[in-house]
């Protein structure tokens, strides 16, 4: 089922207040809400370093209950993305890039699972990040 025919809830992880907010922003007008607590759909997470992207999956993933975590990284970083993505990140954003590419990335991800949380995508070619692309 498409996300549009389903409440989606998307969950956030190292999320100041101010980029909840603009999170929450972006992805109500495509009719999916942030979730407070509880099970989400998706979580979208900062990397801040202070973590590696190995342990900020795994905690997150952990603690929400979601089958697919998503990426948010400081700065555009072939490197990092492709660390990311090898740590088993479903998606990658950029802070700084087009809002829309966010947009974009959250609803591949969620597409990507049924109800069931099983991954109902093939696997897409992986991207480079060119320029300010800020999305994988």
Partial sequence: MSPSKRRV???TFGMDGAL?????????DLGVRVAEHGTCDVVLA?????LSLGDLLRETLAGSGASRVMVILPIELQ??????ERAGASGVY???TSLKLLELAVLRALWSTDEAGKDQRPTPPSCALPGASGVR
């Avoid at 909840?20 to 109500?28: K, M, N, P, Y």
């Avoid at 900062?46 to 202070?50: A, L, Q, R």
């Avoid at 490197?79 to 990311?84: I, K, M, P, R, S």
Wanted: glycine share 12%; charged share 25%; no cysteine.
């Fill in 79 to 84: 490197e990092l993305a492709d660390d990311a």
């Fill in 94 to 96: 950029v802070l700084g």
């Fill in 46 to 50: 900062v990397f801040d370093g202070s």
């Fill in 20 to 28: 909840r907010a603009l999170v929450a922003d972006v992805l109500a």
């Fill in 9 to 11: 809830r998307v969950g």
